[in-house]
């Protein structure tokens, strides 16, 4: 499903929904002038077409004890052979990292971190991201502060 194929009804479904995926059906109807049924159905056509991939609680990481976040360039040897099913294969198990990207520029990679201090995200580099043969170099920048952090989508 296509941004261009979800009607106004259904792109004002998902910002309500993203502010707030607790709503009731009949909560959601009213914010967004619909009946419940329609919306019901609304909102299962957009989880089965994968729109909707889930619900999740966002947790303050600094009250988990998770202070240091950390946006790191990862770049890789080129004729390394196998080196980015590696990267990526590593990548998918540590749940130190939330977000990967394949970028362009000089780097590969830039993946974000999160670690109690700097002492566990440099056990980190040293234990799993070093350890993997294709990591040529790793160019680390510590978020002094977040300025804005939003997982809304702008769709409406």
Not at 121 to 138: C, E
Request: glycine share 6%.
């Amino acid at each position: 499903m296509e941004m261009n194929e979800l009607d106004r009804a259904s792109l004002q479904i998902l910002e309500v929904l993203q502010a707030d995926a607790r709503l009731s059906t009949q909560a959601l109807a009213e914010r967004v002038g619909l009946s419940a049924t329609p919306v019901w159905r609304r909102v299962k056509e957009l989880e089965e077409r994968g729109v909707i991939r889930g619900q999740v609680v966002l947790v303050d990481r600094e009250k988990v004890g998770l202070s240091i976040l950390v946006l790191a360039q990862v770049s890789l040897v080129r004729h390394s052979e196998g080196a980015v099913e590696q990267f990526e294969q590593l990548v998918g198990t540590r749940r130190e990292i939330i977000e990967c990207h394949a970028i362009t520029g000089d780097s590969d990679y830039v993946i974000k971190v999160v670690a109690a201090d700097m002492k566990a995200y440099d056990q980190f580099l040293q234990q799993h991201i070093f350890k993997v043969p294709g990591v040529a170099s790793v160019r680390s920048n510590v978020v002094l502060r977040e300025v804005k952090y939003e997982t809304a989508l702008p769709v409406a």
